[in-house]
Every structure is written in structure tokens, then in C-alpha cells.
């Protein structure tokens, strides 16, 4: 019985040390750590043309500017938003479709750039606009009425573009 015992303890020990070296040294891996590794993810979505966006000057009745639109509509996309994105490529936007006009509030958890988030009810009228909202942040940040609509474009967006409350949008599908 204690010859059985042994090869037992040999074949684990032997299949233990094979686990070992697989899980530093993987199968095809052409080089060797040089020590611990952390784990790092380097996954960024990316932007989406869903349909464009177009800003309206209340005032003079006018086209302001012209943007990209990535749609979030179900309950997983309106939730992760544009979280782990470390850039908004020049005129986009990304285009919450909630499910009600009620008083809406975001924040800016995991997400790594400064976004501009533009409140819109459902007569296509900007309601309010949180500028410059600090990333990695928290901090609701609500709307000043209700809101059917919610666009994210990159922080400074409006004020370069003298986008304000009271002007209109109108959007459309590709």
C-alpha cells in the first residue's frame, strides 16, 4: 500500500507543478514575465454612428451645428453610457431615449473625460445643461425639469458652440 500511496503523491505533485508552469509560462506565449504582472484592461468602447443630431437656435429659427449620435435605449446601455471611454471623437454625441419626461439625474461614474449633459423634453426643447461635469464624479447631477431625452457630448461642447437651455434639437435614425 505504501508504494500506491507514493506514485499518488508523485502523479499530484507532478500534476501540480504542470498547472504551475502553464499558468505563468501559457501555451504560446512568446516571452517570460519578469515578475508579477497586474492585470490591466485597456478596453475602451467605441463611439457608434447610430443617427445625427441637430442643434436649433431658438431665436433665429437656425441650424447651430450638426452631430453624430450613438442612441442609448435599453436599460443596459442608458446605464453604462459612456463609462470607460477616455475620449468623445469631435461632433458626437451619445442620445438617451428614457422611458418617461420625468426630472432626470446623471453622474459620472467610470467615466474618464468631462462630458457636457443636455436635458431635452419631449417638445425637442433643451430644458438644462450640467457643463463641464467632473469625471469620475458621483455627484448627481439633475436636470432643473423633466426630460425625455439626454444627450452626453464632450465638456465645453455647449459653451463652444453657444448651445444654451431654450433651444431645440431634432434628431434622426440611420
Same mark, same amino acid.
Given at each position: ?41 485597456? $478596453?475602451?468602447?467605441?463611439?457608434? *454612428?447610430?443617427? %445625427?443630431?441637430?442643434?436649433?437656435? !431658438?431665436?433665429? #429659427? &437656425? ?55 443636455? $436635458?431635452?423634453?419631449?417638445?425637442? *426643447?433643451?430644458? %438644462?445643461?450640467?457643463?463641464?461635469? !467632473?469625471?469620475? #464624479? &458621483? ?36
Amino acid at each position: 500500500m505504501k508504494n500506491k500511496n507514493t506514485y499518488i503523491a508523485i502523479a499530484l505533485l507532478a500534476a501540480f507543478v504542470l498547472w504551475i508552469g502553464f499558468t505563468i509560462f501559457p501555451i504560446g506565449s512568446d516571452t517570460k514575465p519578469s515578475g508579477p504582472t497586474k492585470t490591466k484592461s485597456t $478596453y475602451e468602447p467605441q463611439f457608434k *454612428e447610430e443617427g %445625427s443630431l441637430v442643434f436649433i437656435d !431658438q431665436e433665429k #429659427n &437656425d441650424t447651430i451645428q450638426t452631430i453624430a449620435i450613438e442612441l442609448a435605449e435599453t436599460p443596459q446601455e442608458i446605464q453604462y453610457g459612456m463609462m470607460y471611454r477616455k475620449h468623445v471623437p469631435e461632433n458626437t454625441g451619445m442620445l438617451f431615449l428614457m422611458d418617461t419626461e420625468r426630472p432626470q439625474s446623471f453622474w459620472m461614474r467610470n467615466t474618464y473625460v468631462s462630458l457636457d449633459i443636455i $436635458y431635452i423634453n419631449s417638445k425637442m *426643447e433643451i430644458v %438644462s445643461i450640467q457643463k463641464n461635469a !467632473q469625471p469620475l #464624479n &458621483d455627484k448627481s447631477l439633475p436636470s432643473t425639469g423633466p426630460a425625455s431625452l439626454v444627450l452626453e457630448v464632450a465638456g465645453g461642447y455647449c459653451d463652444a458652440k453657444g448651445i444654451k437651455a431654450g433651444d431645440k434639437i431634432a434628431y434622426s435614425r440611420n
